[in-house]
């Protein structure tokens, strides 16, 4: 049963922009902190913003300034705006469901991959 499903990664070039989405079914997304985290090739996965039912948002410090996470709760969806992309930001975006902001809730998302060339 699919409950967390990624969209929007791609190929782009430094400097550009991606849309990641992230729709989830009503019973994972109510109430939940939505979070997004990333994974690079031989890297831990790592928060890179989250946002709870109420709006409050959570930037790590590599990330603020350029992405903007957002969400709609009526359609159950979470939404991360990239810009001013850097080949850093590569990597797997997972979208995550949980409770407490900064922390990972048992809920994730298969992927989308961000590619960023230089």
């Known amino acids: 049963q699919v409950q967390l499903v990624e969209s929007g990664g791609g190929l782009v070039q430094a400097g550009g922009s991606l849309r990641l989405s992230c729709a989830a079914s009503?019973?994972?997304?109510?109430?939940?902190?939505m979070g997004w985290y990333r994974q690079a090739p031989g890297k831990e996965r790592e928060l890179v913003a989250d946002?709870?039912?109420?709006?409050?948002?959570y930037y790590a410090d590599a990330v603020k300034g350029r992405f903007t996470i957002s969400r709609d709760n009526t359609k159950n969806t979470v939404y991360l705006q990239m810009s001013s992309l850097t080949p850093e930001d590569t990597g797997v975006y997972y979208c995550?469901?949980?409770?407490?902001?900064?922390?990972?809730?048992?809920?994730w998302g298969q992927g989308t991959q961000v590619s960023v060339s230089s």
């Open positions: 946002i709870t039912s109420r709006g409050n948002t």
């Open positions: 009503g019973s994972i997304f109510s109430g939940k902190v």
């Open positions: 995550n469901a949980g409770y407490v902001s900064r922390r990972p809730g048992f809920y």
